[in-house]
């Protein structure tokens, strides 16, 4: 069964404070997996997109990285606006094109 | 980046009614759309996929005929909540898929249901 393990599921950080949130999955023939940003009453943001072990990407102060069980968005000298729900997600084993969800890890940066 | 509408973005009703959200593609054409239910401080999770001139295919425990969904052409779903009551009351998002197989999913900006 396809699962997603999000940790910790909330992470408080003070401006500057660099941390890392971890994304573990069991997931048959994965084929990439998604990092999306969620604001509280808004649709999840799209971050970024890694298909294979070893890749990495960045945007400004996030890094993603992917091995074969799990993936690490790395926030360096995160600030306030950094503050939202991370949400990861690898597409189903079925391929059918749907995504399996984390819970979630809940980012609250104080300045 | 590709964008998808989902209209309306809140909605108050009264417990028995109908209520239909739309979720439009809007710079690109989606054979797939999911629909998706979040609890607060809940993920994602998914009720449906709608696949255009085709039946939706429901996930397990989702009553299609409560929660029905319509995908009439490449750029439009719409899910229609009947005989709505106040445990029907969540966030629902839909999403996106473009029709050239890329796995990536664009995401509406949501709607908050309240049924009273």
Not at chain 1, 16 to 44: A, H, I, M
Request: proline share 5%; with cysteine.
């Amino acid at each position: 069964e396809d699962q997603v393990t999000q940790s910790p599921e909330a992470l408080r950080l003070q401006e500057g404070e660099s941390s890392s949130l971890n994304c573990s999955y069991t997931v048959s023939g994965l084929r990439g997996l998604f990092w999306y940003r969620q604001d509280p009453g808004k649709g999840p943001e799209f971050l970024f997109t890694l298909y294979s072990a070893g890749e990495e990407k960045e945007k400004e102060r996030l890094k993603a990285t992917l091995t074969k069980k799990e993936s690490f968005l790395h926030i360096t000298a995160p600030k306030p606006e950094d503050s939202a729900t991370y949400l990861c997600a690898p597409p189903a084993s079925s391929n059918t094109g749907k995504l399996i969800f984390g819970q979630g890890t809940t980012l609250q940066v104080k300045p | 980046g590709a964008v998808v509408s989902q209209h309306p973005s809140r909605v108050i009703c009264k417990s028995g009614t109908s209520v239909k959200i739309e979720c439009r593609s809007l710079d690109f054409q989606a054979t797939t759309m999911f629909w998706y239910r979040q609890f607060p401080k809940q993920s994602l999770m998914l009720m449906a996929t709608s696949n255009e001139g085709s039946k939706a295919t429901y996930e397990q425990g989702v009553e299609k005929d409560k929660f029905l969904i319509n995908h009439a052409s490449l750029t439009l779903s719409t899910l229609t909540v009947t005989s709505a009551h106040p445990e029907d009351s969540s966030f629902y998002i839909c999403s996106a898929r473009d029709y050239r197989g890329n796995e990536k999913l664009f995401f509406g900006s949501g709607t908050q249901l309240s049924v009273l």
